[in-house]
């Protein structure tokens, strides 16, 4: 079982910056596809991006596109998400996941395995 911890979360206010980092360990995380996930305040879980283990295929949320890029260094066993242009409606709980099968990341919590703890990401208007 993969264990993954997310970090880097923080509160900015509208327009800033983050890059969460999400370390996996005790899996196979160069052969995972890996997930980027959020839980806004009393919203459902939502896709926001993903990325395949050899970085073949990337997916964006529509949301998202543009302001946010996934990346990966399997050396290091970490997946990246890098937020630009915050709005006050990126406020979330994220959560990295890992999708053992390695191929296209899904748009759904469905297919992925793990899960960690989460970051709270706060963008102030």
């Known amino acids: 079982q993969v264990q993954l911890v997310e970090s880097g979360g923080g509160l900015v206010q509208t327009g800033g910056s983050l890059r969460l980092s999400c370390v996996a360990s005790?899996?196979?995380?160069?052969?995972?596809?890996m997930g980027w996930f959020r839980r806004p305040p009393g919203k459902e879980r939502e896709f926001v991006g993903g990325?395949?283990?050899?970085?073949?295929?990337?997916r964006y949320a529509d949301s998202v596109k543009g302001r946010f890029t996934i990346s990966r260094d399997n050396a290091k066993n970490t997946v990246y998400l890098q937020m630009n242009s915050l709005k006050p409606e990126d406020t979330a709980i994220y959560y990295c996941?890992?999708?053992?099968?390695?191929?296209?990341?899904?748009?759904?919590?469905?297919?992925?395995?793990?899960w960690g703890q989460g970051t709270q990401v706060t963008v102030s208007s």
């Open positions: 996941a890992a999708d053992r099968s390695g191929g296209p990341p899904g748009v759904t919590t469905v297919g992925y395995n793990d």
């Open positions: 005790g899996g196979t995380f160069g052969r995972d596809t």
């Open positions: 990325i395949s283990w050899r970085g073949t295929w990337i």
